[in-house]
């Protein structure tokens, strides 16, 4: 019989110890697997480029676009900053294109169960007063934890969101790895608020929104209004119609 | 030639870099080199061989085609290791039947082990068991911290990249979960 740790620092010395007497099942050999599917997506086309040609034309498009943004910075600065798990880009003369789509969630998966969709994302996020989500989703991502999207149909509690077939749309993201990126173009777009006391962001005007999903990045056009802010390791992302006034109401509904 | 200059082996960064060139089988070997580390990442999460093969699988090609998000000046490891927790933490809801944590008996161990430490040997067999019970009832977020730290023997700051928290959140988690199994060692051993 031996004796069990009293203190947490035994504790922590007691796991310390364990790690090296724990069982694993043997560890498959992986090389060789995955090269040769590397090498098979790669002849038969089947996957996106390999990283080094996507990244050199990523970096054509950001020459492109340091140049044209060489020439605005006359009149103004980029800049980047964040909210937990959403980060906020001030680019001078970034427009959201009309061919975007809006930030429809279906556009990011298929709707599950509210109760279940807090399940498979492995956390639970607070919700607004009022009536629940009509529809709950869940974004994978490739370094975050999993993300949840809640869309509540146009009532007279909230007015549609131009574009789509939602009235109130709460994204809520864990951690602090940056997934989400909106794009405005001046300082001026970007509000200081206040959540319960939490230090909030309120976004007015339309701009980009790009989420890098397990699948790839994906963007959008927001043309709502759009209040961020973090509890708990949690960061919300309202998108409404309604004013700032009614916008920070329902984020303090949210306990 | 991708895995050697005058002998020495390649660093990661310059292993990675290659493997954005299109050098697969530089590629190749970050994928041995690291193969251990994320198969046991995914196997703690799905406790399923078979899932957690397929997840360090698909996540080694995930972080292939990812290779350009990797920024230079960052450690390797944890970067792969939280693409694969992503992967096994999405194939974790399929899983049927889980496996459990076991600890290797005394007569397993081979004659080349070291020796257990004076404090391994007085944790019997009955408190190890009692550990592995405990950190099976911590709450998700709690015992992959734990398991991270101390089953993986990452870093803070590695456990802190690997799992996208704040390195923080994985002090103030550990504390927590650290309370919770002494307490219910305490108990259980009171019982």
Do not use: C
């Not at chain 1, 802010?229 to 984020?251: F, K, M, N």
Request: proline fraction near 7%; aromatic fraction near 6%; glycine fraction near 6%.
């Amino acid at each position: 019989m031996g004796e069990r740790p009293r203190t947490t620092e035994q504790v922590a010395r007691a796991l310390t110890m364990l790690s090296s007497e724990l069982t694993y099942p043997p560890t498959p050999s992986m090389r060789s697997a995955v090269t040769a599917r590397l090498e098979n997506e790669r002849a038969a086309g089947a996957r996106p480029a390999f990283p080094r040609r996507a990244l050199w034309s990523r970096r054509r498009v950001l020459v492109l676009a340091t140049i044209g943004l060489l020439a605005a910075l006359a009149l103004a600065a980029a800049a980047r900053f964040a909210i937990g798990a959403i980060e906020i880009r001030v680019q001078p003369g970034v427009t959201p294109s009309a061919s975007l789509p809006p930030v429809e969630p279906d556009a990011l998966g298929d709707p599950v169960p509210t109760r279940e969709a807090f399940a498979l994302a492995g956390f639970e996020p607070s919700l607004p007063a009022g009536p629940a989500p009509d529809e709950a989703y869940v974004v994978d991502t490739v370094f975050g934890d999993p993300g949840l999207l809640m869309a509540w149909r146009p009532s007279a509690t909230y007015p549609p969101l131009p574009g789509t077939d939602w009235g109130l749309v709460l994204a809520a993201f864990q951690g602090d790895e940056e997934t989400v990126v909106k794009t405005v173009q001046a300082f001026e777009d970007v509000h200081e608020a206040s959540v319960n006391g939490t230090s909030a962001t309120w976004i007015p005007v339309p701009h980009l929104l790009q989420i890098e999903t397990e699948l790839g990045s994906r963007t959008f056009s927001v043309r709502g209004n759009v209040l961020i802010w973090e509890v708990d390791g949690i960061t919300y992302r309202l998108e409404t119609s309604l004013d700032r006034a009614s916008a920070l109401e329902i984020a303090r509904s949210i306990a | 030639m991708t895995d050697r200059v005058e002998g020495r082996p390649l660093e990661d960064v310059e292993l990675a870099r290659l493997a954005r060139d299109g050098d697969v089988q530089a590629y190749g070997e970050l994928v041995e080199r690291y193969r251990e580390v994320a198969f046991r990442t995914a196997w703690l999460i799905t406790r399923s061989s078979a899932e957690a093969e397929d997840a360090a699988q698909e996540a080694f090609v995930k972080a292939f085609y990812a290779l350009d998000r990797f920024r230079a000046g960052e450690a390797f490891r944890p970067w792969v290791l939280r693409i694969v927790s992503n992967e096994a933490k999405n194939r974790r809801r399929s899983v049927g039947r889980r496996e459990r944590l076991t600890v290797r008996l005394a007569r397993d161990r081979g004659p080349g082990d070291a020796a257990p430490s004076p404090e391994a040997a007085a944790l019997g067999r009955e408190e190890r068991e009692a550990l592995l019970g405990a950190i099976e009832r911590l709450s998700e977020p709690e015992r992959l911290v734990v398991t991270y730290r101390y089953l993986l023997e990452l870093s803070e700051a590695e456990t802190a990249r690997a799992l996208a928290i704040r390195p923080g959140t994985v002090k103030s988690r550990l504390s927590r979960a650290l309370g919770r199994l002494r307490d219910q060692l305490e108990v259980s051993g009171d019982g």
